[in-house]
């Protein structure tokens, strides 16, 4: 059974971008809260797949990552 496995290393952009996502929400409960909401709201209301979910959080995961940069 093949399998791809995909290493980035941790300078790579998206890393830095999750991580500081990652730890504003650890830091924040109430952005843990709405994105805990808005991750439940999207799943019910998805009618095409993983890429409308995406898409559809984007705005809030760019919202988040401004947040973990401004405090940071």
Do not use: C, W
């Not at 941790?10 to 830091?27: F, N, P, T, W, Y």
């Not at 808005?38 to 890429?51: D, F, P, Y």
């Amino acid at each position: 059974m093949p399998f791809e496995i995909d290493g980035q290393g941790s300078s790579h952009s998206q890393i830095s971008r999750m991580v500081g996502i990652r730890d504003h929400l650890r830091e924040s409960p109430s952005d843990r809260q709405a994105y805990a909401e808005l991750k439940l709201r999207l799943e019910m209301e998805n009618r095409t797949g993983i890429a409308e979910y995406l898409e559809a959080k984007a705005p809030f995961l760019d919202g988040l990552y401004n947040k973990s940069q401004a405090s940071g």
